[in-house]
Each structure stands twice: as C-alpha cells, then as structure tokens.
C-alpha cells in the first residue's frame, strides 16, 4: 500500500510490563494492568458493550515500576478479589504511525520477552480517522488484501502468552438444543459478569450508567433465579436472591437519588426555577452522596468480595434438583415464561379505567420480571423472543415513567420547607401532571404486546 510522499511516519519503541495474578485472572475479564517506563500506570477495565463494538475505559495512574498503586487495586478488585498481581508479561513494542489529513494508520509489532529474548510475535494494524471515514476505500482495499482482518476479538496479551491468558468471562453461546443446566449457567454467567465489570465502573466514578448497570444485573439474577427456581435446590435459589436483593437496594438506593436529581434539575430548568430550586437540588446531592458512600464502603469491605465470590461459583456450578439439569431448556422455560405472561396479562386486565399509582406499580414489577423470563430464552430461540423483550420493554418503560413521576411528587412533599414552599409545589404540580398522563400511556403499548401474534414463537 503506497501512501505517497505527503504521508508523515512516526516510529516508537518502547517495553510495557503486564502484571497479572499466577492465573491471568485480568486477562480472563479482558481488564488489564501495565506499566510504563516515563508513563506510569495504566488500568484496563473490562469491555463493555456499546453496541456492536466493546468499549474500553482506560485509567492512568502515577507510579514507580516497583508496583501497582493502591488505586489501580482498588479498581481491579472485583476482578482480583483476593488475589495479588505481579509481573505476568514484559512486551517490547514497535509502533509505526504514518497520517494522511485526518487518516492515521497504526502498524504494530509486539514482541514477548524471556530473559530479555524476544519469544513471540504479534502483528497488529489499525486505521483512525478524526472525522468520518470518507475516500479510504482503497486504503482499506489495500489492508485487506494484505490479509489485515476488519477486527480481532482476541487480545495481545492473549495472542502472545497462549490459551492461559485468554478471557474466559465472555457471553457463553447456547442454542435450541441446549439444557437446562447450559441456558441456566449462560444468563447466570453473563449476568454476573456484567455485575463485576460495572463495579469497577462505580469505584472508577465517572459514569453513572455503573450503578445503573450493575443494578440491572442483580435484578436479571434474581430473576433468572425466579424463573429457574422449580428446576433449582429452593433453599441455594432462595438464600442467593437475598443476597443479591440487599446489594440492589444499595445500588438502587444511589440510581433512584440520580435520576430524581436529573429529573427534577430538567424540570426547574424548564420552568425557570433554576435558582430558587437550588436549595432543594443541594439537599437532594446531599443524599446521592451518602448513599454513594454506603455503597462504597460495601463494595469495599471484605464481605462484598466474599459475596462476589459466592455469586460466581453459583454462576458457574448451580444447585439443580436431581435429574433437572438435562433436560431441553426449550421444553422447561417456555412453560416458565408462560407463567409469568398469564400472571402478568390478568394484572392487567384486572386493572380498571382509574388505576392507582399502587396498582400500575405492581403492573410495572410483574411486566419486568415477564420480560426478564422472556430474554432468557433469546440465546436459546434467537430473535423471536427477542422482539417480544423488546415489546415488553416499551411497556415497563412507560410504566417506569408513570412511577417516577410518583416518586418524585413523594420526595418533593416530604421535603418542602417554609423557604422551599413555591417551586416544591410548582414542581410537584409538574410531576403529577406527568403521573396522570402516565396512568394511561401504558395501555398502548400494552395493547401492541397484547395480541396472539406476539407470542407465536412461544
């Protein structure tokens, strides 16, 4: 591939050294931990999807080669638990850097070192652009037919080391033929691992979506603990969801402070009240916080990584009833996933023309855990049940709406004082006009879920 004379090449060499446990336990959640020299330390949490690609968050830290900062521990201690690193890997680079306006291509040998001899090699070729990727068909033409791949799931570390360094914590694969005991360890697995990645997301701070996540994933355990529970040992299914229902109402007791803080923010904004709302935001930051800190202080005890710990090894070694586990999963969770759509279709019905907030809120419960049901047979039956997830999504999503108005009128009149009197009631107004307008969008969509050509597949 010619880039010409205007293309200007840059040349780097430089030695990273990788720190990992005796059982690459980093490597096996696609995290990472690496120094180097004149750059310090660099955290890799684990991949998390971002639609169709993984995304990455890395965090850079001051230090000196001799070890880790306690900062990068604390990150990776989901992933480490009690484990200790040390240095797994020193990798000596070779990077080759040549752009053309807004086009850069990357091209990297990375080597394995023993005894400061280099013992494998890896080849790695990229192509950015800060703008969109516009006249580089030939460019990538060119790549192509050098027999550069359009993308690699497999890590350098990976690459380089062999099988032992692999990541093992990715999405396991079932199909229709699968058992019950294969579908029950796929979503436990998933799920627990989309638990330990984002709390490496809540200790790292910046994005709120951790908590959220992370809460999602102890909802869809204890779900798929409900949904698998007459195939399970009652007293393991049981003594687990507990667990995992006092980790969520930490979790939630932060996502629930967040998204009531952005709601009512949005909604002094759109009234003008900015100003006069601040004292009412303050207070309301002023729980976020100390929830935060609870949780925190939970997730950084040694009992969290026991739980952890617990949850993992059911993840991988469920406690099935006697003869359950080989059973066709297709013939055990469609009956399962039946039951939950009878339970939620009479609650529904049963409604009348003015439900109460009550009512609509056990409505949104019983559709969620319904649609929980539903997606555990999307790696099983493939797209079918899938659009039928989303359907019933739509409904839980406006429900949620109707049931977050609720809860912010609530906390609005708990926390009006003499000085904060107008705008509480002016917004409070706002959420409860919200929640009377809720009370019936839900029927839409739930007219749209409500036929028999939703359910075909089942």
């Not at 931990?33 to 850079?60: K, N, Q, S």
């Not at 929980?372 to 999307?378: D, G, Q």
Request: charged share 30%.
């Amino acid at each position: 591939m010619r880039w010409g004379r205007a293309a200007a090449t840059e040349i780097e060499r430089f030695e990273t050294i990788h720190w990992d446990t005796a059982d690459f336990r980093l490597a096996a959640w696609d995290a990472g931990l690496r120094y180097r020299r004149g750059r310090g330390w660099r955290v890799t949490l684990a991949g998390l999807p971002d639609g169709d690609v993984e995304r990455r968050l890395y965090v850079d830290l001051d230090g000196d080669p001799g070890g880790p900062p306690p900062e990068a521990i604390r990150l990776l201690s989901g992933y480490l638990r009690d484990a200790v690193p040390q240095p797994a890997a020193r990798l000596r680079h070779l990077e080759s850097r040549r752009r053309l306006g807004d086009l850069c291509c990357t091209h990297q040998v990375v080597s394995l070192l023993e005894q400061r001899r280099a013992v494998a090699h890896a080849r790695r070729v990229s192509l950015r652009s800060r703008g969109a990727m516009d006249g580089t068909r030939r460019v990538l033409s060119a790549l192509r037919r050098a027999g550069v791949a359009e993308t690699t799931n497999v890590p350098l570390l990976a690459e380089l080391v062999g099988p032992r360094a692999a990541p093992l914590w990715r999405d396991t694969v079932v199909d229709p033929g699968s058992s019950v005991s294969a579908a029950l360890v796929a979503a436990l697995r998933d799920d627990a691992a989309q638990l330990v990645r984002n709390q490496a997301l809540i200790l790292e701070g910046s994005d709120p979506e951790g908590v959220h996540q992370a809460r999602v994933a102890c909802r869809r355990l204890r779900s798929t603990l409900q949904t698998f529970l007459p195939v399970l040992d009652p007293v393991w299914a049981e003594t687990l969801r507990a667990e995992l229902r006092s980790l969520a109402a930490d979790l939630g007791a932060v996502r629930d402070t967040e998204v009531l803080l952005m709601r009512l923010r949005a909604s002094a904004a759109a009234h003008g009240l900015e100003g006069e709302a601040e004292c009412l935001l303050t207070r309301l930051e002023g729980e976020r916080s100390r929830a935060r800190d609870a949780l925190l202080a939970r997730i950084e005890s040694a009992g969290h990584g026991d739980q952890l710990e617990r949850i993992l090894r059911a993840a991988v070694e469920p406690k099935l009833q006697p003869d359950a586990g080989e059973r066709a999963a297709v013939d055990v969770l469609m009956p399962l996933t039946a039951a939950t759509w009878r339970r939620l279709s009479r609650r529904a019905i049963q409604l009348g023309p003015h439900p109460s907030d009550e009512e609509l809120h056990r409505l949104r419960i019983s559709t969620k855990r319904c649609r929980y049901a539903v997606l555990a047979l999307v790696p099983v039956l493939g797209e079918a049940p899938a659009r039928t997830g989303a359907l019933l999504g739509a409904l839980q999503d406006a429900l949620g709406e109707q049931h977050d108005a609720v809860v912010a009128a609530q906390w609005l009149r708990q926390a009006a004082q003499p000085e904060t009197a107008f705008v509480a009631g002016v917004l409070y107004g706002a959420e409860r006009e919200r929640a009377e307008a809720g009370r019936d969008a839900w029927r839409k969509p739930w007219r749209t879920l409500d036929q028999k050509k939703r359910w075909r597949w089942a």
